[in-house]
């Protein structure tokens, strides 16, 4: 009886701690995006595990506990596509634009390198990334106009000359850090 009950037991445990970990991970993906898109996005983890079924075109995922700082974002299909390619390490295939909210900020990242794990220079290593909205199209001329250094303060491209290429656009103010060449 004792040991049904401590059965039990570590099985209630067990569903509520699950519970839990859900409810963080839905707290971390919603905190991504504007609450008007994240209240009705789907939620999945980052084993594309859906956490919550959602009603519009939005997907949110968590912060990876994985990475320095706090990543966690809101995306559309387009950039679904990306994210395959991009763990696939092949070819994205979306046709139209694609908008992604990053309003937490983001993990250090090399500008030129998309696999890089390790800082590289000021010149290319991106850190205190802040809140911004990142921007995908499927044709990459279209980019060319735009500057590709991080710390112009402004919007850039991000892994320019692969097939990752985005626009990041800060939504806060990255001049004074910017001008100290970080
Ligand atoms: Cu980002």
Not at 13 to 24: F, G, K, M, V, Y
Not at 71 to 90: E, K, R
Request: hydrophobic letters at 40%; glycine letters at 6%.
């Amino acid at each position: 009886m004792v040991r049904m009950f401590a059965a039990a037991f570590a099985a209630l445990l067990l569903i509520t701690s699950t519970a839990i970990a859900q409810d963080e991970v839905i707290k971390s993906a919603m905190s991504a995006g504007p609450e008007s898109i994240s209240a009705d996005a789907t939620i999945l983890d980052w084993e594309m595990n859906v956490v919550r079924e959602g009603t519009n075109e939005w997907t949110c995922l968590p912060d990876r506990p994985n990475t320095e700082g706090t990543d966690p974002w809101c995306i559309t299909g387009p950039w679904m596509n990306f994210l395959q390619a991009y763990v696939t390490q092949t070819e994205p295939d979306y046709d139209e634009l694609g908008i992604a909210y990053m309003l937490m900020g983001d993990a250090p990242v090399s500008n030129s390198d998309p696999y890089a794990t390790e800082p590289t220079g000021p010149e290319d290593w991106v850190t205190d990334m802040g809140a911004h909205i990142m921007l995908i199209v499927p044709d990459h001329s279209m980019l060319k106009g735009l500057s590709t250094d991080h710390r112009n303060g402004g919007p850039w491209v991000m892994w320019p000359d692969t097939p990752y290429a985005h626009v990041m656009v800060p939504v806060e103010n990255r001049w004074p850090k910017a001008k100290e060449g970080y």
